[in-house]
């Protein structure tokens, strides 16, 4: 569940982006995403890192072109790097937490459960935007779509679910591949919890959560949601793994650019 709130403070905004590219539109979506944050944010990157990978200097630079203030970026190799208390210090002072990852799997590993897991949070409770880029997005949710298969068919055994940082409890998000790739993922994930709604986000692409539980699309790209609320059947409890899904009576919206959703009523908003 997401962080209880204090009687008179405001959740921060919660962010999920698809990949952000190094061109024109993503540096257009970095622009608006500090924009939105505020002026002159402290920003902190966490990356997942297997101890080789170099430091994305291009995406800092962008960010303090977009009027940053400070960029801090942690390259988390083990679950002890999240217990340091620098980084704990960057995370109660920062104005927007930045989560990278290829995979969501690798980094929520590596910080589930630790101090930093737990001030992310916090911190987001109290007013704090968080973003995830690529797969970092998937970590945003208390049911994470960890990996799955490609395809426009749902599955059996085609999504795998595990614990999230529980920043909103309301959506199940695949950031990757392609919308038909994204679509059978999505379909089966929903078909195991069809409380939540589904939400496949376009590179270069961000799914802005308030306060409000409203979302707005902002970015070059789209954003797909499905609202599995009126589900009428479903087959997945009867079949063998691999087999095809059966879901009947399902809503999917396409929303771009500018488009606002209510996600508590299920309904896009003027």
Known sequence: MPARLAPDRNRGLIIACGAIGDDERGTALLLRLVAIVGA???????????????????FETTLYSAGAAEVHRQAIVARADCERRALL????????????ADQPLRLSTLIGGTLLARAIRRR???GMAVAGVGGGAALLCEHMLAHGTDGPTPRLGGASLAPGLGLTNRVVIDQGGHATDRLGRLLAALALNPFALGLGIDPDTAAVIGPDNALEVI?????????????ADSNAAELTPGAPIRITNLRLHALTGGTRYDLDFRRTLA
């Open 124 to 126: 987001n409770a109290d």
């Open 89 to 100: 210090d960057a995370c109660d002072h920062a104005h927007l937490v930045l989560l990278q």
């Open 40 to 58: 002159q944010p402290r920003v902190l990157i966490v990356a997942a890192s297997d101890g080789g990978e170099e430091p994305d200097t291009d």
């Open 219 to 231: 970015g070059s790209g789209g954003v797909t949601v499905i609202d599995p609320a009126e589900m």
